[in-house]
Nanobody
Framework: QVVLVESGGDLMRPGGSLRLSCTAS????????MGWYRQAPGKQRELVAL???????VYGDSVKGRFTISRDNAKNTVFLQMNSLKPEDTAVYSC???????????????WGQGTLVPVSS
């Protein structure tokens, strides 16, 4: 069984910076892409940033130039550095990874429980 756990969520003011972390643990053979998604109450979940195993990045239009995704493969951890935060960034941020577990012959998408980031003046 593989589990992803996010950390770092906090109440922020507009213009502030925050780094989120997500670590995968369990019987992991390998991980492909890792990414961050967010969802505000009553709104559809959207892609924030995606980082492939070959270091190709994809960012949502609303965060380009402000957020940066990175990963530490040795620690099975993905980070999201958020700068110049805006009220519209308020959401629950969840990480996702494509994981192949021990004794599995395929990759599955695994989600963390999410961490809340309110941005308000």
């Amino acid at each position: 069984q593989v589990v992803l756990v996010e950390s770092g969520g906090d109440l922020m003011r507009p213009g502030g910076s925050l780094r989120l972390s997500c670590t995968a643990s369990g019987s992991i053979v390998s991980i492909n892409a890792m990414g961050w998604y967010r969802q505000a109450p009553g709104k559809q979940r959207e892609l924030v940033a995606l980082l492939s195993s070959s270091n190709i990045t994809v960012y949502g239009d609303s965060v380009k130039g402000r957020f940066t995704i990175s990963r530490d493969n040795a620690k099975n951890t993905v980070f999201l550095q958020m700068n110049s935060l805006k009220p519209e960034d308020t959401a629950v941020y969840s990480c996702n990874a494509g994981v192949r577990a021990t004794n599995s012959d395929h990759y599955i998408g695994v989600w963390g429980q999410g961490t809340l980031v309110p941005v308000s003046s």
